[in-house]
């Protein structure tokens, strides 16, 4: 039995010259926890085909599936993904697997979605998850890029909710966005680790420093925006957990290229 599925792509909306969404076909029997990533690829030249992992940006409950990706012009996937058009086929793993789920968290009051470029897209999904906001009081979720266009996916994803037909009665009440540039005039400017060593991310949100009594937290983007946010939310004495022993705060890569 083969271990991939193949999906159409129903549409696809370009943001910049560097980063587009997609959203394809879901098989019925395809299963996964809001916050996960899988495996996605294109048939290869040689017939062996070129697969990358990607985290799921729709939720749980959709009967299709988005991803959010950056464009690398060399990059042996996305070189030939920012081509693909509705109608032609992607292949999808089944098997998929994460830490940026609800379970890897305990209890608290207040969820932080820190994310940087792709690293948005398992926030997407956790945004429109029911679950989500059965569990936290308040989301606060932070997208960094280099130049305000790039912030356009996470903000049509956060003004979205208002009409999404399972959160939209209690999203919006309990949504912050936080949007940041690191690379042109912006309201708000500066890579997340400098919003936190400054306290700035917290005067701005009229909210006390993270804790580990009330606060859980989320970090995805480059491996090296995630080394550095963790060992920042870290020395707020919160402590990192995972699938099979949760805790205060988890972390996953954006898997791109
Ligand atoms: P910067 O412009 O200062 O490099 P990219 O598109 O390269 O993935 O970057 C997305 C965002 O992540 C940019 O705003 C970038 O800031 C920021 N970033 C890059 N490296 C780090 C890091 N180590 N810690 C925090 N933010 C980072």
Known sequence: MSAFTTETVRSVHHYTDRLFRFRTTRDPGFRFRSGEFVMIGLPGETGKPILRAYSI???AWDEELEFFSIKVEDGPL?????????GDEIIVGKKPTGTLVLDALTPGKRLYLLSTGTGFAPFASLLREPETYEKFDEVIATHTCRIGSELDYSREIIDGLADDPLVGDEAPQKVRYVASCTREDYPLKGRITALLDSGELFSHLG???????TDRVMICGSMAMINDTKD???GFDLTEGSNSKPAEFVVEKAFVG
Not at 207 to 213: K, N, Y
Request: proline share 23%; no cysteine.
């Open 57 to 59: 940006a729709s939720p």
């Open 78 to 86: 996305t070189s030939k993904l920012q081509k693909i058009a509705p």
């Open 207 to 213: 909210v006390p420093p993270l804790s580990p009594q």
């Open 232 to 234: 920042r939310v870290a």
